[in-house]
């Protein structure tokens, strides 16, 4: 999968038009320079030769060089912008599960009304656009109630602060994290501010999967058999549904859990850009508008084996949670 993202970058981002030297520079420019400047980035070499070449490149753990800017490594670049995506898509999990999880409960325990206006509410939220809803949790509370902030990651003026040990500084790049380590409650308070309308957009766009999952899960068990047994013993309708019922319902949306949180870091590409936190998401925009081949195909690759990594260890946590799985 890895290879055949990387492959169909490379060649779709040649195949647009635009050259990212030429960006560098005025109309005007010397084509001497150009030339130059082209031959440093390796631009002037046939195409298969750049492609083997970036390929032995990330054998080594070498992302390449920015065409942009001042030709620095990718790889530092998109560690310092992947805190801030994985800020978001944390917080934008716990919304979506939250909500999906306990909808989908409330509608299989209740059913008739109750229960087709959570089935409309899976279908119509899963196919909504998450920028239209972040527009429209922007209009709503940060234009005409001004409550929350529409963008950035802290307000202005607002420097974030981090633990030293020592001489040694532990700074994560989650400002959620790093206030409560450097107990500056204020900047955690203002982190949560920026992070609520979001995190609110995204999740609740993915809340639409697990809704319908829970909800179907939790029906087919509640006509299980120990869960008659389990009411016939008199315990209380609260501990069935949620003790008995919901574990054993939760175990196939654990992968679904994995596939969602890949969901979820693509989707947070529209909503950083559009809220104007500073992560990967507005960073591949950046990228792809300045023709930046190797930043584009770095943070592909990164995203990929991110996501991969993920489903690894949501199927290996599965057959721990599941013993049939291991049979």
Excluded: C
């Excluded at 991969?308 to 290996?316: E, K, P, Q, T």
């Amino acid at each position: 999968m890895i290879m055949i993202l990387l492959t169909t970058v490379f060649i779709v981002m040649r195949v647009l038009p635009g050259n990212p030297v030429l960006l560098r520079f005025e109309k005007t420019a010397d084509p001497a320079l150009v030339a130059q400047y082209t031959h440093r980035l390796g631009l002037d070499r046939p195409l298969y030769l750049q492609y083997f070449d970036y390929l032995w490149g990330l054998l080594h753990g070498d992302l390449g060089i920015s065409m942009a800017g001042a030709f620095e490594p990718v790889g530092p670049q998109i560690i310092s912008r992947f805190p801030a995506t994985l800020e978001l898509t944390f917080y934008s999990f716990i919304v979506a599960v939250a909500v999906g999880i306990l909808t989908g409960v409330f509608g299989a325990r209740k059913g008739g009304t109750p229960d087709d206006a959570v089935k409309i509410y899976g279908i119509l939220i899963y196919a909504f656009p998450v920028f239209f809803l972040g527009m429209i949790l922007q209009l709503i509370f940060g234009i005409w109630f001004r409550l929350l902030p529409v963008g950035g990651r802290l307000d202005p003026g607002v420097n974030p602060t981090y633990l030293t040990i020592g001489s040694i500084p532990l700074q994560t790049g989650i400002y959620t994290l790093d206030s409560l380590l450097s107990g500056n409650i204020p900047m955690f308070i203002d982190t949560v501010r920026h992070l609520i309308l979001p995190a609110v957009a995204l999740g609740l766009v993915i809340s639409g999967v697990f809704v319908r999952m829970t909800r179907t899960n939790m029906m087919e068990t509640l006509r299980a058999d120990f869960v008659t047994a389990a009411r016939a013993r008199g315990l209380k309708e609260r501990t069935v549904v949620y003790s008995y019922a919901l574990r054993n319902a939760l175990l196939p949306i654990v992968t679904i859990m994995g596939l969602q949180f890949a969901l979820l870091i693509s989707g947070a590409i529209l909503t950083e850009t559009e809220f104007n936190l500073l992560g990967l998401g507005t960073y591949l925009v950046d990228r792809i508008n300045f023709r930046d081949y190797t930043a584009v195909q770095g943070t592909v690759v990164f995203l990929a084996v991110l996501i991969s990594s993920v489903s690894l260890i949501v199927d290996i946590l599965y057959a721990y949670l599941d013993p049939r799985v291991r049979l």
